[in-house]
């Protein structure tokens, strides 16, 4: 069985372009789709992240900012309203116990000190009368403004506390009336503040030291701290809106300035898990991608291979077409040549003939006598067999004449019968006894003639062929059937087809006969006529008894055989 | 035995074939039976022997090699319209016959044909006029027992 393979290398790489296009069609979109979202996603999630940690810091650093007015607010009023009366040990331990009566224990002492750093005045639970603040970093700073508040330091019980100076006249003379204050309540505040698990708030000064949870940052932070605020200290023109929020080494910071930018409340947390809800999306997508991925692939090799194996088929049957058609092309050569061959011997025959027909003619002319005789008895037999002859090249001219594809209106008998005549010889030689049994008035069928003469020869062909050896009978019948469909029958006495062969005998290619002794095309070939006249084609057989071809074909309507049989 | 009616002036017959073995027997087998053949081997020489005398029928074989037999036809029956002309074909193929007969054959023969047939229609055709027996039904040679005399 020969089957012409697609050149290789061209298939394949078709083969692959359709792989590659199928999945890219498929996965490209949905990754651009999935991918623009994850961008999206990422960008808003970040964007809210921002901004509710810029809220917490502006929120708590303005809430330290009143505290801070508020506590200078209160010295300033009481400086107002008491003044000169302040310059009294008793008239300052009095205000700052009405102080905390009404305020607690925010306020924590008082005291006034003169120009030169000495504390006279003071009111609160230490003994810090008359103390020398002149080399006191403090006092400087206050001395050289109206008002100062100082950076937070521990003081009394380790409790966070800052300063409040204000400068005031006196009696003519300029004093500094300060005020420890108790920030531990504020600072609590800072510290409180909880984002998730990693997330903390701090203050730090503009040298990175820490006004609150000292003891909870590594000693290196604050600087670092203060390094990364610095965008935010330099208020520049030149420098746009700086970013209060931003990302450095893994730590998401948002930072808000305090006390008229002195301080800086930093909100901090884990850039791990503050991202991590869109890390949790981020990889739903990503699985999402990779599940819809390996469905998209399966279901793309899936259909690139059905579409392979489609154009597998299509490039089999092809081939077989295309031996089919060279195939027939031979036998029409075939039939052509046979034909020309035919015409050349007619003439030879037709002058032997009319020699030997003189030759009869000359000897009635002659007296009678034994050898006459003779010569006309031989002269005759001439004539027989050049007639012998020229019937030989009339069925084979018959059959060969050119191809009529034209679908006319056939008169099934009259081929049958001529396909008979024509393997006459053979059969009689294959000790095969042909007999017809053909129905009279059978409807003619529409066909064309040359078609039906291929089939119906090679059905003769095949059976005369299985009967070769020991001979046998071939009966052809023609009938109507009950559908109304002319039915033609060929009956043999031959060996039969076994089942698995049955199966195939259709198959283009397939032959059960020697190599170089049959195509195998003949039985595919009237496979393909049968079903293209609109017919069907069936075959029974059993082995040891015979073989039976039934050919049903559909009648011309209406009509009754009429003879135009080419 | 000769057959010939004493009375008659012997029928002219013009036999066209590209055969020469063809038109040797064939000529002297009818002029057996009385007929005065000419024979020509090609349209050249038929038309020569035409324009020479006039014939009472013409048998033209239609399968020539260097003329084609339906062209001699047409010149045939331009130039000697009242000359029936008997067309030889080889195939059997009722479409040439068809044609022949179209183009103004008297009738028509299947090659090698019997010389009893070809008499007959000779005879049919200069005679009475009438085309030849054959016309009737697709051409086939009745074949059969050699004439016996």
Redesign the interface.
Known sequence: MEKSRPEPGRRTALNRAIYMAILVASILPMGIILGVMQVHLETAYREVLFRSLQEIADRHSQKVDDFLRERLTGVRVLADLQHDRLLDQGALSAQLGRLQSILGGVYVDMGLVDAKGIQHYYAGPLHLENIDYADKEWFRHASARDVFISDVFLGVRNSPHFIVALKIMLRGEPWILRSTIDFASFVRLVEDVRVGTTGMASIINRKGEFQTAADRHHPNEGPELAALARRLFDTTQDVPRPERVFLADDTVYAMSLLKGGEWVLVVQQDKAEAFRGLDDAQQTLRILLAVISVGVLVGGVLLAWRIIDRIDLMEMEKAVLNSQVVEAGKLSALGEMAAGIAHEINNPVAIMMEEAGWVEDVLADMPPDGNRTEIARSAAQIRTQGKRCRDITHKLLSFARKADTEMTAVDVNAVLREMVALCGQRAHTANVAVSMELAEDLPAVVASPSELQQVFLNLFNNAIDAMEGHGGALRVGTRLNRDGEVAVTLADTGPGIPEPVLQRIYDPFFTTKPVGKGTGLGLSICYGIIKRLGGSIRVDSMVGVGTTFEVHLQPHEGTTASMRHD | ?TEQTPTQQPRKVLLVDD?T??LG??S??LQ?RGFDVTTAENGAEALRALRGTFMDAAVVDL?MHDMDGFELLRVCRRMAPEMPVIILT??????EAEEGMRLGAAGYLL???E?DDLVRCLSAVITGNQGCSPLAAPPT?T?G???T?
Request: aromatic share 4%.
């Open positions: 035995m055969e073995g063809f027997v064939l002297r087998r057996r399968k080889g195939h059997g193929s009722a479409a090659k090698p044909c010389l040679c074949g027992t050699a004439p005399e």
